[in-house]
């Protein structure tokens, strides 16, 4: 695998959350809006970057891997768990509103599964340079993903984008057009079951098609 | 045994390596966190128009309808008097009107603000929001120069309600009137 389509897997054909179903707790929780979204975002990337990068260079050298692999679950964790703690500091610091509105999930990005899953499944077996690929990819794969259900669950629920602190994108004057109101519900928890829920029936619907097209060309 | 003691080791130096990150990281933001914290604590003291850089700032915390109490000690107590801010709620039309009200040493109202409420517009709102009670001047705990406005009886009261309970609470943190 090339260092660009190990870069790009995560975006589409792995996506950790569409494809894998990883990250599922911040992905209903904290997309209300694109701000959050990005916000959860720069903080995954922090933490799957470095624990990827940290992992690897770990098990990298035979001897330090030969110590460290009987133990290397409560290893991941405490390495992980130390980048989170990093990330909630500098984060209360210099963002605290943001900080505030992802509450409890900053900390919870430590059981991740996206997190721990990249640092099992891929960095303890290649290079540093491969895994932070990896993770970066994965990484921004995961926003993208977290951002596309913000941005659904933003526009329908408060005819709105907030793109960063007061830079909001009004789109009211769309649903003026229609004569209805935003629907409040995709702001609601129900609204992010509901978002997900539809977009992962939408993926699944386009390789059920694509399956079948494979098959009926080999058939014929 | 040798299996388990490498192990052991290995968690140890791990998690003195990453308490020590964590301690240089907590060293460099820990200061910013309090001053953040600190900033967002005292934001609604000041739209009640004190010069808060005249006063060290001390709060407690209460239980009931006053949760808590800032203390403002002048730094130049010569000019200053000890002032002492109710942050008190009540229920008007709705539940959770939060005032804010600034008593001096005298038992006098320096200033009042409202901080919060869940009052109808065009009725409780605005009497909130542009009508003035009459009472910075006022000597607790005699209120009788309080100024209703009239057709919002409900949200009156609560604000009346409000000065009631910080003259008792005032009258008991600078040791009865004077």
Redesign the interface.
């Known amino acids: 695998m090339t260092a660009k389509e190990n870069f790009f897997k995560g975006f589409v054909k792995e996506n950790p959350l569409f494809i894998s179903a990883l990250g599922m707790c911040p992905a209903l929780a904290i997309t209300k809006s694109i701000e959050n979204a990005i916000g959860m975002g720069i903080a995954v990337l922090f933490v799957l970057v470095f624990s990827n990068l940290l992992v690897s260079l770990i098990t990298m050298n035979p001897k330090i891997r030969e110590?460290?692999m009987?133990?290397r679950i409560?290893?991941y964790i405490?390495?992980i768990?130390?980048l989170v703690?990093?990330v909630e500091?500098?984060m209360?610091?210099?963002l605290?509103d943001l900080f505030e509105t992802l509450g409890v999930f900053i900390p919870l990005i430590v059981v991740n599964c996206i997190i721990f899953g990249r640092a099992e499944a891929y960095a303890g077996d290649h290079k540093p340079l491969e895994s932070v690929v990896d993770g970066a990819g994965m990484a921004l794969g995961f926003t993208g993903a977290i951002m596309i259900i913000s941005l659904i669950r933003e526009v329908l629920g408060a005819g709105s984008i907030t793109i960063w602190g007061n830079i909001k994108l009004d789109l009211t004057f769309i649903f003026d057009f229609l004569g209805i109101e935003p629907i409040s519900m995709f702001l609601q928890p129900v609204g992010a079951f509901f978002t997900l829920g539809f977009i992962l029936a939408a993926i699944a619907a386009i390789q059920n098609a694509k399956k079948n097209k494979t098959s009926k060309e080999v058939s014929k | 045994m040798k299996?388990g003691l490498?192990?052991g080791l290995?968690?140890l130096i791990?998690?003195i390596i990453?308490g020590l990150?964590?301690s240089v990281?907590?060293f460099l933001?820990?200061p910013?966190?309090m001053q953040?914290e600190q900033a967002?604590k005292y934001e609604s003291l000041n739209d009640l128009g004190i010069e808060m850089s005249q006063y060290t700032i001390t709060d407690s915390s209460l239980s009931g309808a006053i949760d808590t109490v800032y203390l403002l000690t002048p730094i130049d107590s010569q000019t200053n008097p000890i002032i002492r801010v109710y942050s008190v709620t009540t229920t008007g039309f709705s539940e959770g009107l939060n005032m804010m009200i600034a008593v001096d040493e005298n038992m006098i109202v320096v200033a009042y603000v409202t901080v919060s409420h869940q009052e109808s517009p065009g009725y409780g709102k605005d009497t909130l929001e542009t009508h003035d009670f009459n009472m910075v001047g006022a000597v607790l705990p005699d209120t009788t120069q309080f100024e209703a406005k009239a057709k919002t009886t409900v949200t009156c009261d609560a604000v009346l309600l409000c000065f009631d309970l910080v003259a008792i609470q005032a009258t008991l943190d600078f040791g009865g009137e004077n």
């Open positions: 110590k460290v009987p133990v409560p290893v405490v390495l768990a130390s703690v990093i500091m500098v209360e610091a210099f605290p | 299996q490498t192990s290995v968690l791990l998690g990453c990150t964590l990281v907590n933001t820990a910013i966190i953040n967002k």
